[in-house]
């Protein structure tokens, strides 16, 4: 006796091998769709960067083309009539400082609490990370009056010393995270071997958690690079300031907005940035994930 098997099965694998094409082609088109539209406030940057002001200024022109002949002068006159370069200096020398120091006062911080056994020791962790969710505009105030005694205003060395106060609080929360995930065996090997407490963190601890140092520079570099309340309030000199507030300072004067300029500023801001962070992007997503499971 014989059966009806149904569809051959060539027919069925093309008919599944269809759906799966047409499924990855609905993805990628998706990913596409929304990467053009998250591209698209950085495109029309990089074009109004180089229009000239009858183009910007025309309601009818397409703001993604170049309606009149496109002109470096904006550009130029960023470099040449602006201390640009010199804000970026000091954002430079700021945000290393800053991590620097973060990454110096953090890591024996969140090492300390991650060893620590004591029932004390999470809700000190949690303790430290809620100094990070109080908003600026209630501290700036009292550390202005910190940094008036100190004589550190208008100078780089006022955002040094502040902006630890934001980076430290959740770089310790995260790096205990981290820690706990790298086990106390590793640690007491090397104690076994002969090295001591801080030579056993430095080459057995230190190179386990370096995702969660990468994570931790990532951030603390770009929230320095881009705080404005503290930069505003402790720095009004000029040679003194970084980015997020000599910008906007030098190309806003009264009701003029040299709005090409600005966005060129944005984009050559942004460009360095965005390149190191998704240079390290595997290790910075690893960095956090594991602080959040973890913890």
Not at 111 to 128: E, N, Q, V
């Amino acid at each position: 006796m014989t059966t009806t098997a149904g569809p051959p099965v060539e027919a069925l694998r093309r008919k599944y091998a269809r759906r799966h094409a047409a499924a990855r082609c609905g993805v990628y088109g998706a990913a596409v769709l929304a990467a053009l539209v998250c591209a698209l406030p950085f495109l029309w940057s990089v074009i109004s960067a180089f229009k000239q002001n009858q183009d910007l200024y025309d309601p009818e022109s397409n703001p993604f083309f170049f309606n009149k002949p496109a002109t470096p002068d904006h550009v130029t006159f960023l470099f040449t009539d602006t201390p640009f370069l010199t804000f970026v200096v000091n954002t430079l020398i700021v945000g290393a400082a800053v991590v620097a120091v973060t990454l110096v006062l953090a890591l024996p911080a969140a090492y300390s609490l991650a060893r620590l056994d004591r029932p004390w020791g999470t809700p000190m962790g949690i303790a430290i990370f809620m100094v990070y969710l109080v908003p600026p505009s209630l501290l700036f105030l009292s550390l202005t009056r910190v940094v008036v005694a100190l004589h550190l205003e208008d100078s780089l060395w006022s955002m040094i010393v502040v902006y630890p106060t934001i980076t430290i609080p959740v770089s310790v929360w995260l790096l205990i995270g981290f820690l706990k995930a790298v086990p106390k065996d590793v640690e007491e090997q090397a104690m076994v071997d002969g090295y001591s407490r801080l030579g056993a963190f430095l080459r057995t601890v230190l190179p386990l958690v370096f995702p969660g140092i990468v994570a931790v520079v990532v951030f603390s570099f770009t929230l320095t690079s881009s705080e404005f309340v503290y930069a505003l309030a402790f720095v009004s000199a000029s040679p003194e300031m970084v980015v997020s507030t000599g910008v906007p300072t030098q190309l806003v004067r009264g009701d003029v907005f040299f709005w090409q300029s600005l966005q060129a500023s944005t984009v050559i801001t942004a460009v360095p940035i965005a390149f190191l962070f998704n240079l390290f992007l595997d290790r910075f997503v690893t960095g956090f994930t594991m602080g959040a499971v973890k913890t």
